[in-house]
Each structure stands twice: as C-alpha cells, then as structure tokens.
C-alpha cells in the first residue's frame, strides 16, 4: 500500500522559505511522477509543482516559477518542494501526490488532479504579511 506522508509546513513571514518533505512508501517509486498540490480555504486543488522520479524532468505552476523547487533525496525515498521568497497567497495546505503515469507528460497531464492515485494528508503553509 503506497503511503505519502508530509512535512515541513508552518507559519513564516513574506519573503521567507520554508522546505517540504514527503515520505514516500509501499511502492516502487521510480515508476512514479511526483506531484505537490495545495488548497486554500474555499478554493480548489490546484497544482504546484511534479517531477518524473526516474530523471530530471519537472513542471511547475506559472505562479510559482523562479521561487519552488521539486527534487528528490533517493535515499530518503523522499520528494522536496523548496520554497522561497514567500508570498501571503502562496498560504494553503500543501499535499503530496503520487501517480504511475510516466511517459508523454506535459504540464496538462501533471496538473491535473484525476490523474494521481495516491495521496497525502497535507501539511498547512501559513504565510504573513
């Protein structure tokens, strides 16, 4: 059973950084794509950021750009999502996702909800102005 567990998440003041972890377990993991998504109060999912495990491919979100970044620590079995230069809208609860769709990806294909199957929990990013 494929098991994503967060962490990371907190209260920071604009500007700052915060570093997200999710654990992963249960499966074979570099025949996954790895998603992060959040979700603020009142609005839906909306996608942040994936990476392909298995290489260097990544997409990311227009309004994140140039301040996420999604990596992976193999021998933590972990997925990352730094973040920096933090804005107040950037506040949600940030979660993992996990799906097997590997091949022909495109932003499109990774950003939407319907196509990951396994999820986190989330863990709540709060950011003041």
């Known amino acids: 059973q494929v098991q994503l567990v967060e962490s990371g998440g907190g209260l920071v003041q604009a500007g700052g950084s915060l570093r997200l972890s999710c654990a992963a377990s249960?499966?074979?993991?570099?025949?996954?794509?790895m998603g992060w998504f959040r979700q603020a109060p009142g609005k839906e999912r909306e996608f942040v950021a994936a990476?392909?495990?298995?290489?260097?491919?990544?997409f990311y979100a227009d309004s994140v750009k140039g301040r996420f970044t999604i990596s992976r620590d193999n021998a933590k079995n972990t997925v990352i999502l730094q973040m920096n230069n933090l804005k107040p809208e950037d506040t949600a609860v940030y979660l993992c996702?996990?799906?097997?769709?590997?091949?022909?990806?495109?932003?499109?294909?990774?950003?939407?909800?319907?196509?990951?199957?396994?999820w986190g929990q989330g863990t709540q990013v709060t950011v003041s102005s």
């Open positions: 990476k392909r495990w298995s290489d260097s491919k990544t």
């Open positions: 249960g499966g074979t993991f570099t025949s996954y794509t």
């Open positions: 996702a996990a799906t097997v769709l590997v091949g022909l990806l495109t932003t499109e294909v990774v950003s939407q909800t319907a196509n990951y199957h396994y």
